[in-house]
């Protein structure tokens, strides 16, 4: 009992030191902003935030705006942010060391001057990656990522590591360590997850445009939360060498790494400015694909497929007229739109996506977990996976009428053998040849599908796990998919919602129901969806949407 006490008041002191860095960063924040002030009171920091990316890069080369300007308008205008919403765990000091050397080599990136914010899990040499984890602090990356790597030799600064939920594996912000992030806006809601800290300072405007990673949704949650863009390319289209991952090894349910920001137009130029030889030559199991300028500023109407739901998770009334509006505005617009039929999506999600995340029996997944001080919002999930088989059998064959909880209890539990898992992947092989079978009968250029919406109650991601349906999907099928703001919830949709009974009629539907009330004005998004390595017509299909 002593040596656990000791234990754990170790832990608890690591935690501690962990939050005053935090408090540290923003100080150092604070001073360099004040700084700079008092050394040029006359810049007009508004009119810098104001500025789109692509017009703010522009001006950064042609001299008529300098660096260090940009770069103090955005520190000033993130410490704001994580003020307000704790999105900020680490002002990466020596980005004051790279701006000055910046203006030294006259050597002009993509990106050259342009603050950009980088997702906790994302490696940046001298820093924690710590995914929430007490265990990852105080073990600072050796190098930078190659994605960090690229970024700098564009000429981005990096200048902020962002929240995550602990594990990763959420959809909300919160770990034991930095706490809970809140979407700027509105404070009662979630941000999003897992890169909810990215959500929410870009969201904020408290940076211009950042880097996170996806497994289930961990983009596109966040942009939809907090009404900015994001895209999930192709798994492998963006090195992830030096991304730390929620679960080790897993090849199921593809992870990938991804721009956020305001708008499609600074999307597309992260992706323009990462898709280059240094990427290509820095991680040589990245395709060398460069940025196809041709599809993306092709002006061919489409032929887009969509759906309104997915049958598994029941949209939210705003989500359905998020999708129905966008789908009549691009047909005025003269595209083609052709009605898909999607089937089998619980399948999907508890055998390929659950199932196939967790086929050890989720031993790695709890293993990182071993020795923390707390165990999240994870309880029963625990208890499950820790439980003996016999057991299992039980509350599954108990759990079988409750429909749901039944295959979340089987699927968590039960230890996949290796043959098992070998039959998965080439399940999911043959569902990912008949799903694009299909798009290529009805002769699609892209697709354009729910996004889930608006954003949940702090604290309701955890108990909604079954809801990442829409954006898993796109994961076990590695397709780019992107997520754009379309629509705010207004008092009909609200209206709506009292009739919302979801498809099971079971208590994730009515929590479902619960966690949606209350949010007119909140921003309702769409996805868009392009087969794989099509990130440029996936992007642009964005815009086109965006410009409705």
Excluded at 44 to 60: F, T
Excluded at 202 to 231: E, H, K, Q, Y
Excluded at 282 to 307: A, K, M, W
Excluded at 452 to 481: E, Q, R, W
């Amino acid at each position: 009992l002593l040596l656990r006490w000791r234990r754990r008041r170790g832990l608890w002191r690591k935690v501690k030191e962990a939050r005053q860095r935090q408090e540290r960063s923003l100080v150092q924040m604070e001073m360099a902003v004040r700084r700079f002030r008092e050394q040029l009171p006359s810049v007009n920091m508004i009119s810098i935030l104001s500025l789109p990316l692509p017009e703010l890069s522009k001006k950064l080369r042609d001299g008529s705006l300098s660096p260090e300007h940009v770069f103090y308008a955005y520190v000033g205008k993130a410490l704001q942010i994580a003020t307000e919403t704790n999105c900020i765990t680490e002002y990466l000091q020596e980005s004051e060391t790279q701006l000055q050397k910046a203006k030294m080599t006259g050597k002009l990136g993509l990106l050259y001057g342009v603050p950009v914010s980088i997702k906790d899990s994302i490696d940046c040499q001298g820093h924690d990656s710590t995914l929430g984890f007490i265990k990852n602090l105080n073990k600072p990356a050796a190098e930078d990522s190659v994605v960090v790597q690229v970024l700098r030799r564009q000429g981005a600064i990096p200048f902020v590591k962002t929240n995550v939920p602990q594990s990763l594996i959420s959809y909300d912000c919160k770990n034991l360590i930095f706490g809970q992030t809140f979407n700027p806006l509105l404070y009662t809601r979630s941000p999003g997850g897992s890169s909810g800290g990215e959500g929410a300072l870009v969201g904020g405007g408290g940076s211009i445009l950042g880097f996170g990673t996806d497994v289930g949704g961990s983009l596109r949650f966040p942009a939809a939360f907090c009404g900015i863009c994001a895209l999930k390319p192709t798994g492998n289209r963006l090195s992830k060498k030096g991304i730390i991952s929620g679960v080790l090894g897993q090849k199921a349910v593809v992870a990938a790494v991804g721009p956020m920001a305001k708008d499609v137009e600074s999307l597309a130029l992260g992706m323009r400015a990462l898709l280059c030889e240094d990427m290509f030559n820095l991680d040589s199991t990245v395709p060398p694909l460069p940025f196809n300028e041709e599809v993306y500023s092709s002006t061919q109407p489409l032929r887009i497929g969509y759906y309104e739901t997915d049958f598994f998770t029941m949209p939210s009334p705003a989500m359905r007229r998020a999708v129905r509006e966008t789908k009549q505005l691009l047909e005025d617009a003269g595209h083609t739109l052709v009605p898909f039929e999607l089937t089998n999506v619980d399948y999907v999600i508890f055998n390929f996506c659950v199932r196939g995340m967790f086929a050890d029996g989720a031993t790695s997944f709890l293993k990182m977990f071993k020795g923390e001080l707390e165990k999240s919002s994870m309880g029963l999930f625990f208890w499950l996976a820790k439980s003996p088989n016999w057991l299992k059998s039980v509350l599954s064959w108990i759990a079988k009428p409750f429909h749901l909880l039944m295959p979340f209890i089987g699927f968590v539990s039960f230890f996949s053998t290796v043959d098992e898992v070998w039959s998965l992947h080439h399940e999911i092989e043959e569902f990912c040849h008949q799903f694009i079978a299909q798009w290529k009968k009805l002769n699609l250029d892209v697709m354009l599908c729910p996004m889930l919406g608006p954003a949940l109650g702090i604290g309701y991601p955890g108990k909604l796990s079954v809801a990442v349906s829409y954006t898993m999907l796109y994961n076990a099928l590695d397709f780019p998919a992107g997520v754009v703001p379309v629509t705010m919830v207004t008092d009909k949709d609200e209206e709506e919602l009292k009739g919302y009974q979801g498809y099971f009629r079971d208590w994730w539907d009515r929590t479902l129901a619960k966690a949606f009330r209350g949010s007119v004005g909140l921003p309702v998004a769409v996805q868009c969806v392009a087969l794989p390595w099509q990130e440029e017509l996936c992007l642009r299909f964005m815009k086109e949407v965006e410009t409705l």
